[in-house]
């Protein structure tokens, strides 16, 4: 199905492990962007992209890296996992003019332990 | 800096009522206003997105309006089912290009059967 693919749905990670969160999409989307949506702080906005090769931050981008080689593909990079990264991780993409709004991947549910 | 409210937090009502959900913003230049479902431990799917120029939108039961002057819009459900209950979210973006879509932190309304 067309749309926002995120990989893994679920991961466990030790305090210091270092992981990427996989987002693709095939809709041809300028825009990409990570959020994290923790239990009363609602979705907070990591970073984001528009285009291939352009990057930026967020809302809250310390411990996180992004980049973006191609349109399809803006992986998530943790690098060194704190418990505070413990989060339901979601990616989004919309077309640069905004007519059909943002699809949003179903998410990964990370635990840092 | 925008900012999104929803109001009430939470909901319960009967099945079959019709019911408003409120969502405000601070500022009126937005490029257009989304409405989101999300059901426990799953990813959002979106409702309704309106455009900045256009008052109101419809889909089937689901009939959402904006109000750019006052800052507000509101989501009307017609008929109310179990089915409908869920956490709904209101995500403003940003007029500029900022591609920071800014999200109320939600109205989770439970249909009694």
């Known amino acids: 199905n067309a749309g926002v693919t995120q990989t893994p749905k679920f991961q466990v990670l030790k305090t210091g492990q270092s992981m990427t969160l996989q987002c693709a999409q095939d809709m041809n989307h300028e825009y990409m962007s990570w959020y994290r949506q923790d239990p009363g702080m609602g979705l907070r906005l990591i970073h984001y992209s528009v285009g291939a090769g352009i990057t930026d931050q967020g809302e809250v981008p310390n411990g996180y890296n992004v980049s973006r080689s191609t349109t399809e593909d803006f992986p998530l990079r943790l690098l060194s996992a704190a418990p505070s990264q413990t989060s339901v991780y979601f990616c989004a993409s919309r077309g640069r003019d905004g007519a059909y709004g943002y699809t949003f991947g179903s998410g990964t549910r990370l635990t840092v332990v | 800096k925008q900012e999104v409210t929803q109001i009430p937090a939470a909901l319960s009502v009967p099945e079959g009522e019709n019911l408003v959900l409120n969502c405000s913003f601070t500022?009126?230049?937005?490029?257009?206003l989304q409405w989101f479902r999300q059901d426990p431990g799953k990813g959002l799917t979106s409702l309704l997105l309106i455009q900045s120029s256009q008052r109101e939108q419809t889909s089937g039961r689901l009939n959402a309006s904006l109000d750019k002057s006052s800052g507000r819009s509101t989501l009307y459900i017609a008929a109310s089912q179990p089915g409908d209950s869920a956490t709904y979210l209101c995500?403003?973006?940003?007029?500029?290009?900022?591609?920071?879509?800014?999200f109320g932190k939600g109205t989770k309304l439970t249909v009694n059967p």
């Open positions: 500022d009126s230049a937005i490029y257009n």
């Open positions: 995500a403003v973006d940003p007029q500029g290009g900022s591609e920071k879509l800014v």
